[in-house]
């Protein structure tokens, strides 16, 4: 970027994090974390290091705004697919399943924000980021607790539950080249399924346990 100036202000510094965001997110469906440094999304940019360094100190910083945007995009949707709930649990599950089909560069995000993108960034940062991170739950607990009949709190851990096993499942089912040509070489079967019908089958039975506890409680209550 020839023409490149310095933003001053907030809007334009929010302008200069969302094309890096940008650059990173294309670097980042095209190759794995490790070969992606703040040198390939300044060349990416056609910027300079030192003016990439004005806006994000880590590349960590760049991933994790990006995993915020992207969950929330994940959570929206989810809460928007599901509002009508309580539904039956076969439904739903295939529901929350495809859904998060949609969103599998997120699962990709997911799966390396504890080892990696949490653990170079300041504590301010990563605080900012556990507080987004809660306020963006409310409308797809209040989805898993209507279906379930659950509170809040067990809702929520219900959505971690769910949020934590979906990355797995699609590296499971979208392996590299390099890893199905190894399996190959090793004599190990072909992956077969898909990740939509096994993720369905995981939140099914999670949803249908947590509503048969739910049920149970509330009958030890009544009794």
Same mark, same amino acid.
């Given at each position: #970027?020839?023409?490149y100036?310095r933003?001053?202000?907030?809007e334009h510094?929010q302008?200069?994090?969302?094309?890096?965001m940008?650059?990173?997110d294309e670097l980042?469906?095209?190759?794995?974390?490790?070969?992606i440094?703040m040198?390939?999304?300044?060349?990416?940019?056609?910027?300079s290091?030192? &003016?990439?360094?004005?806006?994000?100190?880590?590349?960590e910083e760049?991933f994790?705004a990006?995993h915020?945007?992207?969950?929330?995009?994940?959570?929206?949707?989810?809460?928007a697919?599901?509002a009508?709930?309580? #539904?039956?649990a076969?439904?739903f599950?295939?529901?929350?399943?495809?859904t998060t089909?949609r969103?599998g560069?997120?699962?990709?995000?997911?799966?390396?924000?504890i080892a990696?993108i949490e653990?170079?960034?300041?504590?301010?940062?990563l605080t900012?980021?556990?507080r987004?991170f809660?306020q #963006?739950?409310?409308?797809v607990t209040?989805v898993?607790?209507?279906q /379930?009949g659950i509170?809040?709190a067990?809702?929520g851990?219900?959505?971690?539950r769910?949020?934590y096993q979906?990355?797995?499942l699609?590296?499971?089912?979208h392996?590299?080249e390099?890893t199905r040509?190894?399996?190959r070489a090793?004599?190990l079967p072909?992956?077969?399924g898909s990740?939509?019908d096994?993720?369905?089958?995981f939140?099914?039975? /999670?949803?249908?346990d947590?509503?048969?506890?739910?049920?149970?409680q509330? &009958?030890?209550?009544?009794t």
């Amino acid at each position: #970027m020839a023409d490149y100036m310095r933003a001053r202000s907030p809007e334009h510094k929010q302008e200069r994090m969302g094309a890096i965001m940008a650059a990173a997110d294309e670097l980042f469906a095209e190759r794995p974390y490790h070969q992606i440094t703040m040198g390939t999304i300044a060349e990416r940019l056609g910027w300079s290091r030192s &003016n990439l360094y004005k806006y994000a100190a880590t590349q960590e910083e760049v991933f994790l705004a990006l995993h915020s945007t992207k969950n929330r995009a994940w959570v929206e949707e989810l809460a928007a697919e599901l509002a009508d709930a309580p #539904m039956p649990a076969a439904e739903f599950a295939r529901r929350w399943a495809e859904t998060t089909e949609r969103h599998g560069d997120f699962l990709r995000y997911q799966e390396i924000i504890i080892a990696i993108i949490e653990s170079n960034v300041t504590l301010e940062r990563l605080t900012a980021f556990k507080r987004d991170f809660a306020q #963006m739950l409310p409308p797809v607990t209040g989805v898993l607790a209507r279906q /379930c009949g659950i509170g809040e709190a067990t809702a929520g851990d219900l959505y971690l539950r769910l949020l934590y096993q979906a990355p797995g499942l699609w590296n499971h089912f979208h392996a590299a080249e390099r890893t199905r040509e190894a399996m190959r070489a090793a004599g190990l079967p072909e992956t077969t399924g898909s990740f939509v019908d096994a993720y369905a089958d995981f939140v099914r039975t /999670c949803v249908e346990d947590a509503s048969l506890n739910a049920a149970e409680q509330r &009958n030890g209550e009544n009794t």
